[in-house]
């Protein structure tokens, strides 16, 4: 398969069908210069990207009003998409902005009720199509 | 499904059996106090995670001896299995190292030839399975 492959890079409008489509993506901080990465369910909304998180987690810790990058890809044996979103991110605490971001319908994988709403606001989204 | 799902730490050995298992991970990187990540294909052996990337490319010039986070995962209907390895990525150089890299058989997703080495040194493997 060599040199058959190609990059293509996607528009805004194919990145969001891509991350609208995904169920789980993948948080990067960098808090202290320290890299750490989490698997989150997340869905998305309005132009932002919302994830449920735990009270007290390590994640909420470091997310909380800081720059995060978040990545949600797809493979198949054919053709590899990966979005990256770049932004900041905040908790959720508004009646308002709780009410909207349940009402995208995020599912998350351990449902006991005890969650924390987080929002990516965007400050760059790219992503790539790889074919071979 | 609410109160029924339940959380399991992984052994060390079962966080290598999820890494040996998984195509491809995601590679965050902190430098400057900038969060960025990246899929990549990779591959592990004798304790090391490996991965090959691009001359030249954003990825390279990131990770070269800095701490880098890890993660690979595995998402069905019923459980979630995620592993994240923390430590420290060289670009392999000597050709030792580069004949133990290739011999692990990574097949990269675009494969022209022109591949870097990447290998990270953990300082820490852990992993969580959730069931439902």
Tied chains: 1, 2.
Excluded at 36 to 41: K, R
Excluded at 55 to 60: A, F, N, T
């Amino acid at each position: 398969m060599t040199g058959q492959a190609t990059i293509t890079t996607l528009t805004t409008e194919e990145c969001w069908e891509v991350l609208a489509d995904r169920p789980v993506g993948r948080l990067a901080t960098a808090a202290g210069g320290d890299p750490e990465i989490f698997p989150v369910s997340f869905g998305v909304a309005d132009g932002h990207v919302y994830f449920v998180t735990k009270p007290g987690s390590k994640l909420v810790e470091l997310v909380v009003n800081s720059r995060v990058a978040f990545e949600a890809d797809e493979w198949t044996e054919q053709a590899a998409v990966s979005v990256v979103v770049k932004g900041t991110a905040e908790m959720l605490e508004t009646d308002a902005d709780l009410a909207q971001a349940e009402a995208i319908g995020i599912i998350p994988f351990v449902d006991d009720g005890k969650n924390v709403w987080v929002r990516i606001t965007p400050s760059e989204v790219t992503g790539r199509r790889l074919t071979r």
